[in-house]
């Protein structure tokens, strides 16, 4: 099933990094790996990546951060993850946010 897309960022498809070095950047303490992996998650998802683990690492990681720049990135990627299950029903995971 094709999805509407709201949203439109370029990103460079050379080598996109895996969930691992994404959850390595977002757990860390420096407030840009996090930014970055931020951005980065977005595009991915974007061009169609699924990276469901990911919604975790966010939420225990990204929300509690104070930081301005983070926060609206946050806020992107809410709008660009899906928040419902493949039966329809909301993720037991966005009751958290």
Known sequence: MERNCTLLL????????NEDEIRELLESKEVEKKVEAMKTL???QLNGESMPKMLMVVIRFVVPS??????KLLLIYWEV???TG??????????LV
């Open 66 to 71: 104070d930081d301005h720049k983070l926060k």
């Open 81 to 83: 993850i899906d928040k």
């Open 42 to 44: 977005i595009s991915l």
């Open 86 to 95: 493949p039966d329809g029903k909301l993720l037991p995971e966005m009751i």
């Open 10 to 17: 370029h990103y460079d498809k050379a080598t996109p990094p």
